[in-house]
């Protein structure tokens, strides 16, 4: 209870808790498209190349969420638009986007006065105390555009990811709905660095689906349940950080893996009796 309590006193853990709710959401709704459409490792390239938008942004001391913003959806967009047309294998522009941003914000980085290896700390692990109210009403408007989206256009979205040239057939959008979702990807990693930091937040965006995915094929069960999952883990993991005092994203991390790993035994420890059965017909 005194962490509850300690919420209403201090303005910057009820921000770190609102942004673990928001976060979570976004991350539990976005990840399931990427998921179900397999687009893990674009996530994973569009969060390390933010890190070049970072970096420029430190070396020109202007807002860094700002610089990564704007890095990580010319990269999503990039990396959509040559694997539609077919210029580069899209593994491979992902490849080369991961590598040039991270390359990038390490060239700017190093070229900024007085740089030390402790500023890059908050964006490269999170640091969610550092949340500010402006980035929980970034976080909001965020949270509103997609849980909109998703009440509107589930069905097409659905359709998408699971089989494009179905989708053609019956007439969706599919390379508008590409642009948006992957524009959408980009953002959402954004906002959500300094929570879980670019090393650890594919982990936010991927483990909730899959955890989800253990128990129910839906799309629709998923879009429901891992925003469920992706809060209650964040809100869990900052709770074990606020009394052990330690690094809030690790923490976060442990308490999917543990929901996880314990999901994945239930689920193994419910066929073992079928197969038992089986073998004695």
Not at 26 to 49: D, E, K, P, S, W
Not at 57 to 64: D, L, M, Y
Not at 97 to 121: C, E, N, Q
Not at 155 to 178: G, H, K, L, Q, W
Request: with cysteine.
């Amino acid at each position: 209870m005194e962490f509850f309590s300690d919420v209403f006193q201090y303005g910057y853990l009820s921000n770190a808790l609102a942004a673990c709710v928001l976060s979570g959401i976004t991350c539990g709704l976005i990840g399931t498209y990427v998921v179900c459409r397999r687009m893990v490792f674009l996530a994973g390239g569009i969060t390390h190349a933010s890190f070049g938008g970072l970096g420029i942004a430190f070396w020109a001391g202007t807002n860094p969420i700002a610089g990564a913003m704007v890095f990580a959806v010319l990269s999503a967009l990039g990396i959509e638009w040559a694997g539609s047309r077919g210029r580069i294998r899209e593994d491979s522009a992902i490849g080369i986007i991961w590598s040039v941003g991270m390359a990038v914000g390490a060239l700017f980085m190093s070229l900024r006065p007085g740089y030390t290896s402790g500023d890059l700390a908050a964006y490269l692990f999170g640091s969610i105390i550092t949340v500010t109210d402006g980035d929980v009403t970034a976080l909001a408007l965020l949270t509103a555009v997609v849980v909109i989206g998703a009440l509107l256009w589930l069905r097409p979205v659905m359709y998408v990811a699971f089989d494009r040239e179905f989708a053609r057939s019956r007439n969706i959008p599919t390379r508008v709905i590409s642009y948006l979702m992957a524009a959408l990807i980009a953002v959402t990693i954004v906002l959500s660095i300094r929570i879980m930091g670019i090393v650890l937040l594919i982990s936010l965006i991927t483990m909730p689906v899959v955890i989800v995915n253990t128990l129910a094929r839906s799309y629709r069960t998923l879009a429901l349940a891992a925003p469920a999952v992706a809060v209650v883990g964040n809100v869990a993991g900052l709770l074990v950080s606020y009394h052990l005092e330690v690094p809030p994203g690790a923490a976060i991390i442990f308490t999917l893996t543990l929901a996880l790993v314990s999901v994945k035994l239930l689920s193994l420890s419910q066929k073992k009796p079928k197969h038992r059965h089986e073998d004695h017909s």
